[in-house]
Nanobody
Framework: QVQLVESGGGLVQPGGSLKLSCAAS????????LGWYRQAPGKQRELVATLSFGGSVNYADSVKGRFTISKDNAKKTVSLQMNNLKPEDTAVYYCNLHLQNDYWGQGTQVTVSS
């Protein structure tokens, strides 16, 4: 059984930074694809960044150059460093683990506002 727990969300001013972390339980972490998604009010959930088992990364165009996804297999964590945050980044951010099935965390709120 896989459980994902996100942390690190909060309120930040435009131009600021936040780092989200997701801690995973279970033994499949190092073999899985990992990702961060977000959902703003009234909108569909969208991809933010993914990191494949082989190390390939993919970012949404809207976050390229500002966000960085990384993982630590020993700690079983996946992180999202978010820099130069904009009000349109405001959303609930979800951690995802994919290996045959999709697993989701409970989400963490990020609010970018002055």
């Amino acid at each position: 059984q896989v459980q994902l727990v996100e942390s690190g969300g909060g309120l930040v001013q435009p131009g600021g930074s936040l780092k989200l972390s997701c801690a995973a339980s279970g033994s499949i972490f190092r073999f899985a694809g990992l990702g961060w998604y977000r959902q703003a009010p009234g909108k569909q959930r969208e991809l933010v960044a993914t990191l494949s088992f082989g190390g390939s990364v993919n970012y949404a165009d809207s976050v390229k150059g500002r966000f960085t996804i990384s993982k630590d297999n020993a700690k079983k964590t996946v992180s999202l460093q978010m820099n130069n945050l904009k009000p349109e980044d405001t959303a609930v951010y979800y951690c995802n683990l994919h290996l045959q099935n999709d697993y989701w965390g409970q989400g963490t709120q990020v609010t970018v506002s002055s």
